[in-house]
């Protein structure tokens, strides 16, 4: 099984709104990440967790919360967002982050849509 | 700074043919290089890695080579099919090991 599950799917959200969106995998893998896509686009990491820590935030503004609760579920809660936060959501997991092999393959999940209004 | 570029960014062929995606990257101290592809919409979906001391890498009708040195690969699909029609997309990882995207190349298989 080599599946991510991400909720919502689709998310509609005010600029005053406080929301979540969740991953989950349950591969046994340690590595997590987040990313966000704009449309037409290719990915852009925003943070990344290494056995449940917090090994990479790349200058992510503050609004954006990621929480890693437990080694299969990782959440983003968001809060105060900008309509130019609205894009796709990405979260995806590896076997390990740093192994410099074939453990570093990243699974993705479908994806959350998400529109600020 | 690492960056990636895919040519052609798009490309248009019929079912049944062979062809080549590009994907040039400019630091070559790479650790890996992941190809991915894309649906509209969708989440990524790994199609294959090649770690940095590999040539190549095949999984079914595709074939995956780096040169590390000369800061390239291709993706090579055999015989292909209007369900191949998709986004793909090169990515590298490096030194910090976080991945750098290319643009990527849509491909469209005409039946």
């Known amino acids: 099984d080599t599946e991510v599950t991400q909720t919502p799917k689709h998310l509609v959200m005010g600029m005053t709104n406080k929301k979540s969106l969740k991953c989950e995998q349950h591969?046994?893998?340690?590595?997590m990440y987040w990313y966000k896509q704009k449309a037409k686009k290719p990915p852009e990491l925003m943070f990344v967790y290494s056995y449940e820590k917090l090994s990479i935030n790349e200058s992510v503004p503050s609004r954006f919360s990621p929480e890693c609760p437990n080694s299969s579920l990782l959440n983003l809660h968001l809060h105060a967002l900008q309509p130019e936060d609205s894009a796709l959501y990405l979260c995806?997991?590896?076997?390990?982050?740093?192994?410099?092999?074939?453990?570093?393959?990243?699974?993705f999940g479908p994806g959350t849509r998400l529109l600020v209004l | 700074k690492q960056e990636v570029t895919q040519i052609p960014a798009a490309l248009s062929v019929p079912e049944g043919e062979n062809l080549v995606l590009n994907c040039s990257f400019t630091d070559s101290a790479i650790y890996n290089l992941q190809w991915f592809r894309q649906d509209p919409g969708k989440g990524l979906t790994s199609l294959l890695l090649i770690q940095s001391s590999q040539r190549e890498q095949t999984s079914g009708r595709l074939n995956a080579s780096l040169d590390k040195s000369s800061g390239r690969s291709t993706l090579y699909i055999a015989a292909s099919q209007p369900g191949d029609s998709a986004t793909y997309l090169c990515?590298?990882?490096?030194?910090?090991?976080?991945?750098?995207f290319g643009k990527g190349t849509l491909l469209t298989v005409n039946p």
């Open positions: 995806a997991s590896s076997r390990e982050w740093v192994a410099g092999g074939q453990e570093e393959t990243q699974y």
């Open positions: 990515a590298v990882s490096g030194s910090n090991y976080k991945l750098t």
């Open positions: 591969m046994g893998h340690r590595a």
